[in-house]
């Protein structure tokens, strides 16, 4: 075959490519299609702005944030951060946060996976109000349930306890988090585990080593929402953690802000270290956030 046949692409075919998908639009459909570019640059700019400002403003010096407010900065100031660090008492905080929200996910996991499991799988009598008052609790909001919330909270000794408030968020979670796995579970098809007792697996074998695996997308979806939940909870860490060697970041970010309310460098710079945590948890789970996102939506 020679090269006559197969001509080389160039900028001219491509041209006509785009003339002709303009041809096949109309004006209606490119005028449509100009809309839905405009709408996400507008959604793009109102998402990464605040964040670039709070960024821009922990490198400005207290005189250039005032005189240059919206811009970048004209020149780097790092020192804000290690000032940051040092006058909020980040290390600790973060090193508490880490602890409570680790914990506090590993337990939100570890009980709602077989909870959304056997409200999928098995048959049993309540099955129905169990799933009815599991939904009905995720329209509660931990505020109305603060009094008694202290107050069981104090007779089991989990003030001021990092893995007592652990516990605490893993149950204010766990309401939505069996939701979405049990519709994750509810997708898998049940020759899987016919198969599997076949072959003598247990319920608990069926479930870590078959179904477990199956459900990433799942549980990447509920670590993601618990993670940014526990995070960057106050209202919790507020009420239970009233020991500032125990307090998490929230805690901490009000307390730096009521001290020195006019350093906003600084503070736009304690800012900035407690949200590159949850920058980066969401552009490492993204693909599986995506994914949890649509597979459990439809039934197979």
Same mark, same amino acid.
């Given at each position: 075959?020679?090269?006559? =046949?197969?001509?080389?692409?160039?900028?001219?075919n491509?041209?006509?490519?785009?003339?002709r998908?303009?041809?096949?639009l109309g004006?209606?459909?490119?005028?449509?299609?100009?809309?839905i570019?405009?709408?996400?640059?507008?959604? !793009? $700019?109102?998402?990464?702005?605040?964040?670039?400002?709070?960024?821009?403003?922990? *490198?400005?010096?207290?005189?250039?944030?005032?005189?240059?407010?919206?811009?970048?900065?004209?020149? !780097?100031?790092?020192?804000?951060?290690?000032?940051?660090? /040092?006058?909020?008492?980040?290390?600790?905080?973060?090193?508490?946060?880490?602890?409570?929200?680790g914990?506090?996910?590993i337990?939100?996991?570890?009980?709602?996976?077989?909870?959304?499991?056997?409200?999928?799988? $098995? /048959?049993f009598p309540?099955?129905?109000?169990?799933?009815?008052?599991?939904?009905?609790?995720?329209?509660?909001?931990?505020?109305?349930?603060?009094?008694?919330?202290?107050?069981?909270?104090?007779?089991?000794?989990?003030?001021n306890?990092?893995?007592?408030?652990?516990?605490?968020?893993?149950?204010?979670?766990?309401?939505?988090?069996?939701?979405i $796995? /049990?519709?994750?579970?509810?997708?898998?098809?049940?020759? *899987?585990?016919?198969?599997?007792?076949v072959?003598?697996?247990? /319920?608990?074998?069926?479930?870590?080593h078959?179904?477990?695996?199956?459900?990433?997308?799942?549980? =990447?979806?509920?670590?993601?929402?618990?993670?940014?939940?526990?995070?960057?909870?106050?209202?919790? =860490?507020?009420? *239970?953690?009233?020991?500032?060697s125990?307090?998490?970041?929230? !805690?901490?970010?009000?307390?730096?802000?009521?001290q020195?309310?006019?350093?906003?460098? $600084?503070?736009?710079?304690a800012?900035?270290?407690?949200?590159?945590?949850v920058?980066?948890?969401?552009?490492?789970?993204?693909?599986?956030?995506?994914?949890g !996102?649509?597979?459990?939506a439809?039934?197979?």
């Amino acid at each position: 075959m020679s090269a006559a =046949a197969n001509p080389p692409l160039s900028r001219d075919n491509g041209t006509v490519g785009h003339r002709r998908n303009a041809r096949r639009l109309g004006a209606g459909g490119i005028l449509e299609l100009a809309g839905i570019y405009a709408a996400l640059v507008l959604v !793009l $700019l109102e998402t990464l702005y605040p964040l670039l400002w709070v960024l821009f403003g922990s *490198l400005k010096t207290k005189q250039e944030m005032l005189s240059n407010i919206w811009g970048p900065p004209s020149s !780097l100031v790092f020192q804000n951060y290690a000032d940051a660090w /040092r006058i909020a008492g980040m290390g600790s905080r973060i090193v508490s946060s880490v602890f409570v929200t680790g914990s506090a996910l590993i337990i939100l996991v570890a009980v709602a996976t077989p909870c959304a499991y056997a409200l999928a799988r $098995l /048959r049993f009598p309540g099955r129905g109000l169990v799933l009815a008052v599991a939904v009905a609790a995720m329209l509660v909001p931990p505020q109305v349930m603060a009094i008694p919330l202290f107050m069981v909270a104090r007779d089991l000794g989990l003030i001021n306890n990092r893995l007592g408030i652990a516990f605490v968020y893993a149950a204010t979670s766990l309401p939505l988090s069996v939701f979405i $796995l /049990r519709s994750f579970f509810v997708t898998l098809p049940a020759d *899987l585990e016919d198969a599997a007792r076949v072959d003598g697996a247990s /319920r608990l074998a069926i479930l870590i080593h078959i179904m477990l695996p199956l459900i990433r997308p799942g549980v =990447a979806l509920i670590l993601i929402f618990g993670f940014i939940e526990i995070w960057n909870d106050f209202f919790l =860490a507020f009420l *239970l953690l009233r020991d500032p060697s125990v307090q998490t970041i929230p !805690l901490g970010l009000v307390s730096f802000f009521q001290q020195y309310d006019s350093l906003w460098t $600084l503070y736009f710079a304690a800012l900035t270290i407690t949200t590159l945590p949850v920058i980066i948890v969401f552009i490492a789970m993204q693909r599986q956030f995506i994914a949890g !996102l649509t597979a459990g939506a439809v039934k197979g």
